[in-house]
């Protein structure tokens, strides 16, 4: 009891300054512009050449995002992203946190003159897969616009003493050890779920039903509460960012509390750590790769001229050698010019959604592994 008062007082520290961190990382320390009307703090750049040359010069531009969170990853790289694109389009933007369901709601009913843009990441789409929200949302009610970047953060954690600090490792001690079980903790309907399911039919391909059927689910939890089972060894892997998990990998930490990292979603670029496809982990014969990626969404009716000058702004963004060292302060991957393209954007998230789909078909229940 004493150990896990102490743990959750120690956690509830590092969390304070993890938020912290975040808060800075994406305002206060950068120097991209400033949003009219925005939270950041961020002292205003100079304005790009060219800069406000849009239809929306001067107005009022609401950017909605599908959490209701100011401190996560949704609304750093939105925030960041709406700064440049203020300053380059020459209007006024503003981040809103109002959650995934409004979000979308609000692209449903918006007027198709790029006042309203949503900016998030799969669960755009992943939400409808699950079923959390109404397929009246599909991707084809809406104009998907211009990615705007990627978090790959997302990776599996274990306690530092375990047998184990890969996937292939765990797959061969599940191996070693036939009346073994492995627990990963992570959450329904989200990027965990479709990772591990991803691992699991991995293992379940290569090795059967016997290997495979000894990973085991434990289901829900915060980052918070998540850590606090694996450091009571009620779980033997958590899934969460990098970002929550590094502080718990270094020298000096407590030896119940230290952990490693491994399995991310993507190349996270500047820690280190291997991603499951550098692990081998395939799905339908290719790399599974599946960092967050981020995207404008607008309404169906979208003009189709105003969506060519935001085309042209996040182009002229992700080109911007501040806006690349911004993005690279919070760990997340800038695009190029081509890959921020709409058509190339369409195509790269409908192909994603369908990968997805098609791996939520062949899962099985979570349910059935708990």
């Known amino acids: 009891m004493k150990l896990k008062k102490f743990v959750s007082l120690l956690l509830s520290g590092a969390m304070a300054l993890s938020m912290a961190a975040c808060t800075v990382g994406g305002g206060s320390n950068s120097t991209a512009p400033a949003a009219s009307g925005g ?18 010069k001067g107005q009022n531009v609401r950017v909605v995002i599908g959490s ?36 979308l709601d609000e692209i449903a ?16 789409f992943l939400s409808v897969l699950f079923g959390s929200v109404s397929e009246d949302y599909a991707l084809e009610t809406m104009t998907v616009g211009p ?30 050890n036939p009346d073994k079980t492995v627990s990963f903790n992570i959450e329904s309907g989200a990027t965990s779920h479709l990772c591990f399911a991803a691992y699991y ?19 829900g939890g915060t980052t918070a509460e998540k850590l606090q089972r694996l450091w009571d060894r009620n779980a033997d892997v958590i899934y969460g960012d990098t970002s929550a998990f590094a502080q718990y990998t270094e020298d000096g930490v407590q030896d119940q509390l230290k952990m490693t990292m491994f399995g991310s979603c993507g190349t996270v670029n500047g820690v280190e750590i291997d991603s499951m496809a550098d692990d081998g982990v395939t799905f339908n014969g290719a790399p599974f790769d599946f960092a967050k990626d981020f995207a404008m ?9 105003v969506l060519a000058e935001y085309e042209a702004a996040m182009k002229k963004v992700t080109e911007n050698p501040q806006f690349q060292a911004d993005m690279a302060k919070l760990f997340y991957n800038t695009l190029s010019a081509d890959e921020v393209g709409v ?23 979570l349910d059935s592994l708990t």
Not at 71 to 91: C, P
Not at 148 to 171: D, R
Not at 343 to 365: G, H, N, T, V, W
């Open 39 to 56: 939270d950041s703090s961020a002292p205003a750049a100079a304005a790009p050449a060219g800069a406000g040359a849009s239809s929306l």
């Open 68 to 103: 209701t969170s100011t401190s996560g990853d949704s609304y750093m790289i939105a925030d960041l992203v709406t700064r440049y694109l203020s300053a380059e389009m020459g209007f006024n933007g503003k981040v809103d946190a109002i959650g995934n369901a409004a979000a």
């Open 109 to 124: 009913n918006a007027k198709g003159d790029g006042k309203t843009v949503m900016m998030f990441h799969d669960m755009t």
């Open 147 to 176: 990615r705007i970047g990627q978090n790959p953060g997302g990776c599996f954690g274990a306690a530092a003493e375990s047998p184990y600090a890969k996937l292939s490792e765990v797959t061969q001690y599940l191996i070693d």
């Open 201 to 219: 039919l991995y293992v379940q391909e290569t090795h059967g039903d016997e290997v495979a059927g000894r990973i085991k689910a434990i289901v």
């Open 297 to 305: 969404y607008f309404p169906k009716d979208m003009d189709a001229s």
């Open 343 to 365: 058509e190339a954007s369409q195509k790269f998230i409908y192909d994603k959604r369908e990968m997805c789909s098609e791996l939520i078909e062949r899962s099985p229940s």
